[in-house]
């Protein structure tokens, strides 16, 4: 249940930071409400996560890494963001350091 609960708070806090971009400044209602509601739900469950007693570090590692590299990959595939190799070797180190926190003994 709280693998469950952490990848809803990923996909929350994804909507949000992408609709970031969209709320131009918070100058357009519409994806202002999209952010803060996003934001307020990512941390709610990443909230019942921890209370579901996973490891914080290993939740907060999965939650921004897996965060982090879907956002860059929608700035490349949606916002006309550059994707240069180099983004992508460092979005590979931050997978790869998620995997590692997982493997040394997170719940």
Known sequence: MAWFLLFGAIAT??????A???????THLGWSVVVAAG???SFA???QVL?????????YAVWSGVGTAA????GALFLGESLTLVKVAGILLI???VVVLNLAGGH
Do not use: C, Q, R
């Open 13 to 18: 806090e994804v909507l949000a930071t992408s």
């Open 20 to 26: 970031l971009k969209l709320s131009n400044g918070f």
């Open 39 to 41: 934001y307020i739900a």
């Open 45 to 47: 469950l990443l909230a």
């Open 51 to 59: 209370k579901l007693h996973m490891d914080v570090g290993t939740a």
């Open 71 to 74: 956002i860059a990959l929608i």
């Open 95 to 97: 997978v790869g350091g």
